[in-house]
């Protein structure tokens, strides 16, 4: 077995980021060669990831990379809060951004994770942190949003970090997108989506399967009624199934006597034109 230096140690530490025992071990097995020191701390976090397939990853945090005229959302999950708490764990989500700009999907986790910076993959990335950690990690959401013309895209993280939104308004001109009003009625709505869990943007916008099993629930409830009124009842019963799922038309959380649609519609009335939500996410991690 090669003699192992402190030296090579501690470069294979700042190459890798891993345990400095971890380090001295995979130089043993490589005989001192630490290309293939590295190799061998990655197989062990493969190895890992293998290991814990089918654990949970409850935890973790949303991240938002922005750019001029773009944003992002997507969670990293692992299985446990104190890891999700650690430098690792951190760094690995703030990686994110970088990969975001040259990821050529607006969405899918699977793509974030064989975006190349560099040369390397951010599922090396991931791999790498899975090693340090012996905790399971993985994307669990990502979307990017990019205006196509005058408009505007928020975002908000709640308090804990494990919920987050993202909404894209179109303008009708770039002075709406850039006024205050609008701002703030667009900051206000990423909240509201966080906290109201809209299904849709609009009721046509609702999956039909959704639909007609929400009729079909109303119905049955309310089959002992004289036939004559059972359709009205079944209407009214959707038209507040609407109401609170379908974003424009839910009350807005700041404000019940209004409807999300009417808060910006007032803010981009402000501003001197109009506005409209192009779209939406919302993701939570657990």
């Known amino acids: 077995m090669a003699e192992i230096s402190a030296s090579e140690v501690m470069k294979l530490r700042k190459m890798t980021g891993q ?5 001295k071990r995979a130089l043993q097995e490589a005989d001192g060669n630490i290309n293939k020191a590295v190799e061998i701390l990655r197989k062990k976090g493969l190895a890992t990831l ?59 986790p699977e793509n974030i994770l064989e975006t190349s910076v560099n040369g390397k993959k951010y599922n090396d990335i991931l791999t790498e942190t899975v090693s340090k950690t012996g905790e399971k ?4 959401d ?24 993202m909404v894209e308004i179109e303008t009708s001109d770039d002075n709406v997108a850039k006024s205050e009003s609008l701002k703030q009625a667009s900051s206000d709505i990423a909240m509201h989506i966080t906290a109201a869990k809209p299904l849709a943007l609009a009721r046509e916008d609702l999956d039909a399967e959704t639909v007609e099993r929400e009729k079909a629930i109303f119905t049955e409830q ?14 009214g019963k959707m038209q507040k199934f ?10 807005f959380v700041k404000d019940n006597d209004k409807t999300v649609a009417q808060v910006l519609s007032e803010a981009a009335k402000q501003a001197g034109g109009e506005a409209s939500i192009k779209r939406f996410v919302r993701f939570e991690v657990g």
Not at 67 to 72: E, K, R, T, V
Not at 137 to 140: K, N, P, T
Not at 142 to 161: D, K, M, Q, V, W
Not at 242 to 251: D, G, I, K, W
């Open 137 to 140: 990690m993985q994307v669990g």
């Open 142 to 165: 990502y979307a990017r949003f990019a205006l196509e013309g005058p408009g505007i895209i928020s975002t908000y993280i709640h308090f804990n970090s494990k919920v987050g939104a």
């Open 242 to 251: 609407y109401n609170e799922n379908c974003l424009t038309e839910q009350q």
């Open 19 to 23: 345990g400095m025992m971890d380090c």
């Open 50 to 108: 293998a290991k814990r397939a089918e654990r949970e990853t409850s935890e973790g945090i949303v991240v938002v990379a922005k750019g001029d005229n773009w944003a992002s959302l997507a969670t990293l999950c692992c299985e446990t809060d104190f890891v999700a708490k650690s430098d690792d764990f951190k760094a690995a989500a703030e990686a994110i951004k970088d990969y975001v700009p040259a990821c050529e999907s607006n969405q899918g």
């Open 222 to 235: 309310v089959k002992n009624k004289p036939p004559n009124i059972i359709d009205k009842i079944v209407e």
